[in-house]
């Protein structure tokens, strides 16, 4: 009896801080336990839209063009002098138990590095390009279209799944403030899964198993891991209508921000007016989807690899995305691999396109950590 009354007064004391929680704060997270610092976060995120677009940068504090942990160092800040306001990390091979993701960066330098965000008011995501886990290679082996169906309850896979979410969900964990509170992310998870490249992609299983796949993961990192920390950022790669934006989307009740993956093929006039007319479609789609939704629409992933065209933040991202009332558009990573010199999205010291970034950053509606704080 006791032990009952106990756990009624237990549960409506957490009924109670809701109700107080969905009072205080206009916008919640689908996670209706997510902690308070989630739910300011949230709430902050949307506000931000109000002001301006943030600027983001994939693994900007580990590593950039040809140089590799350097404390305090981001290309970004090298050429613009702050650092981008949010930054993004990779998790895969956290769910293999690696001690370094798939870019080598040691799981326990990006728990520093996000912290370190954390304290300067920066906001991070975080995406995740798990192995395959019926072949043990990595996301992009996409040869075969049953692996969602084997990772879904019942499948032959399930329960090893879960040991690769529970490890997920154990990271999140570990993100930590200095009074120990826990830091909230922006996990977009299974993302440009409209493409056909990822074991989670649209020629690799239906609809519907995808949307299981996420409704799984959702459930299984909130309700049986308890992670409260995180808001959940769906963004298939480049679509053509809402239709298709649509066709695996999990349900509003299991998405907080919506976005999508673009990036600028090619290095000519040609590339620039095709990725401007998708960049426009797409802001379009999820703008008005965000609207009627209540969500925060954002550029998950973006750029033009290399930078060959030396006026593509000025003419081809920004009269784009400052027609749209976004969180964020984060460009992809600068790899520090002496055997990638090509793949960077952002310019470090010395590039031609420095110019053009510092006059795109320096743009009243474009903010970096500094204009956030
Ligand atoms: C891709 C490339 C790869 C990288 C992967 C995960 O787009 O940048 O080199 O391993 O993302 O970060």
Redesign the pocket.
Known sequence: MKRYLIALAACVILISCNQKKEEMYQHMPIDKDATTETVKLYNRLLDLADKGIMVGH?DALAYGHSWYKEPGRSDVKDVAGDYPAVIGW?L?HIEIGAEFN??SIYFSDMKQYIKDTYKRGGITTA?W?GDNIVTGNTAWDCAQDSVVRTILPNGSNHEKYLTWLDRVGDFFLDLKDEEGKLIPVVFRMYHEHTGAWFWWGSEQCTPEEYQQLWIMTVNHLRNEKNVHNLLYAYSPSETKDEIEFLERYPGDEYVDIVGYDCYATGSDSVAVANYKTAMNRNLEIITAYAQKSGKLPVVGETGMEAIPYPTYFTEAVYPIISQYKIGWVLF??N?WETN?PN?FYVPFEGHSSTPDFKEFIAKPDILMNADIK
Request: charge should be negative.
């Open positions: 994939q990779e895969g798939l870019d995406s390009h992809w990573r790899a990638m793949h």
